[in-house]
């Protein structure tokens, strides 16, 4: 199977003994990163709903964003992002066959880069998919990568013989992936927290779970989408009843 998820806004740049590849897409967000560096600090505090201090970190970034940056301002992914998804995804902890397995598996998408696996380099940037970023394929980054990451998703699944996509990643960035472009089954996992009887989405646990989930892939080297059923990380249970095939539910008591 292949699994994608979000990336994050917070990052952590703490320096890592691992050997980073290149982005597919590192064109891209050389283009993408030189369209952001044109904006005003108000168009770029405006895009993103910055505050004042996120405007200036990110208009830096942009500024110094290199088109053939050195060792020393990138990072690999899946360790540079430490949003609540990688807090369940523990990336740093996963061993060495572990990562490989997840270089070959797991698919970050991303508005600047695309479509990363979890060693390739980026360096250090913030923007949503979600952004308004005009440019020349249209008025926001859904324009802008249209069909290319259904496109290098099939790609990357037939490498590793798969016809199962399975999305822990969020509503903003899965958007992102074309359903007619895509030619690979999609099943995509809940997480509820049951309160008094009625589960509900609490959107930061829901994160954090998706990312849990992705590290089960990872260290149960899964390729059958039954295989997911028998999650449990963090409480959670495989609800039959409020699931179907292609959206397996699981539930927990909910966390005070």
């Excluded at 979000?6 to 064109?27: C, G, I, N, Y």
């Excluded at 309160?195 to 892939?217: C, D, E, L, W």
Aim: proline residues 5%; neutral net charge; contains cysteine.
């Amino acid at each position: 199977m292949l699994v994608v998820i979000s990336p994050a806004k917070r990052l952590d740049w703490a320096e890592r003994d691992v050997s980073a590849t290149e982005p597919a897409f590192q064109d891209d967000a050389i283009r993408l990163s030189k369209t952001a560096r044109n904006l005003t600090l108000g168009d770029l505090k405006k895009l993103m709903d910055l505050s004042d201090d996120l405007a200036r970190l990110n208009r830096d970034r942009y500024r110094v964003f290199s088109d053939a940056p050195e060792a020393d301002v990138t990072r690999p992914a899946a360790l540079a992002f430490a949003g609540d998804t990688y807090q369940g995804l523990e990336a740093a902890s996963l061993d060495t066959d572990e990562m490989a397995w997840a270089q070959d598996h797991l698919r970050i998408l991303s508005g600047l880069y695309g479509v990363l696996r979890p060693l390739d380099s980026i360096q250090a940037y913030r923007l949503e998919m979600g952004s308004k970023l005009k440019t020349r394929r249209g008025k926001n980054l859904y324009d802008y990568w249209r069909d290319q990451l259904s496109k290098a998703l099939n790609a990357q699944a037939s490498e590793i013989g798969s016809e199962v996509l399975v999305n822990c990643a969020s509503q903003e960035y899965f958007g992102a992936v074309d359903p007619k472009a895509l030619k690979l089954r999609v099943v995509t996992p809940v997480f509820m927290e049951d309160k008094a009887g009625t589960p509900k989405i609490v959107s930061f646990f829901a994160k954090k779970a998706r990312g849990a989930m992705a590290r089960y892939i990872i260290q149960h080297r899964l390729s059958d989408p039954r295989g997911l059923l028998d999650f449990d990380s963090g409480g959670y249970e495989y609800r039959p009843d409020l699931s179907n095939e292609d959206k397996p539910v699981f539930v927990r008591p909910y966390q005070a």
